[in-house]
């Protein structure tokens, strides 16, 4: 099993910066996928950004140039650096990994980020 907690969301006014954070522990085994993901209200969830197990990068389209993902390796913690954050990027935040060596997606329960005047 592994476990997944994420931390950093909160409120910011629109053009702010939050750096969220998702810490995996557990049995890890291999290399690995991880990914952020966001649900607003009413919506559904949708990608915003990955680090494949090679190291590829992606982004949802809504926030490239606005976020960064990052991964470290050694503290199997995924990072996601915010800025120049609009309304329409409030949600749940939560993290998806999922190991090389097994078929099974684990996720976190999520962090709230509301950003709002």
């Known amino acids: 099993q592994v476990q997944l907690v994420e931390s950093g969301g909160g409120w910011v006014r629109p053009g702010g910066s939050l750096r969220l954070s998702c810490a995996a522990s557990g049995r890890i085994l291999s290399r690995y996928y991880m990914g952020w993901f966001r649900q607003a209200p009413g919506k559904e969830r949708e990608f915003v950004a990955e680090?494949?197990?090679?190291?590829?990068?992606y982004y949802a389209d809504s926030v490239k140039g606005r976020f960064t993902v990052s991964k470290d390796n050694g503290k199997n913690t995924l990072y996601l650096q915010m800025d120049k954050l609009a309304p329409e990027d409030s949600a749940v935040y939560s993290c998806?990994?999922?190991?090389?060596?097994?078929?099974?997606?684990?996720w976190g329960k999520g962090t709230l980020v509301t950003v709002s005047a």
């Open positions: 680090v494949t197990s090679g190291g590829y990068i």
């Open positions: 998806k990994m999922r190991q090389d060596v097994e078929p099974m997606d684990y």
